[in-house]
């Protein structure tokens, strides 16, 4: 599997991961947003940050709540995420 979508239940917009590449020491990926006013896509990388799976995970594991905001971004600050 090269690419995963998320999609919104309120209005069908989307969030893509896309791999581009896979090494040792990164994965190099594209994400994407699409929604029905606006659409982009921004390059990624795992290089000397964590997946953005383990963020996934997390909330996963937490799926009854937490208290403090869950984040990542990667090493120039191109992607970030806060939940």
Sequence with gaps: MNHLEFKSS???SLLIFEVISRYKEET???VGVKTPWFAGTAPSSTY????PAD????????WMGWKQKKTWSDLEG???FEV
């Design 10 to 12: 309120d209005d069908g």
């Design 28 to 30: 190099v990926f594209n």
């Design 48 to 51: 000397v940050v964590s997946s």
């Design 55 to 62: 963020l996934f995970r997390e909330m996963a594991n937490d």
């Design 78 to 80: 191109r992607v970030s």
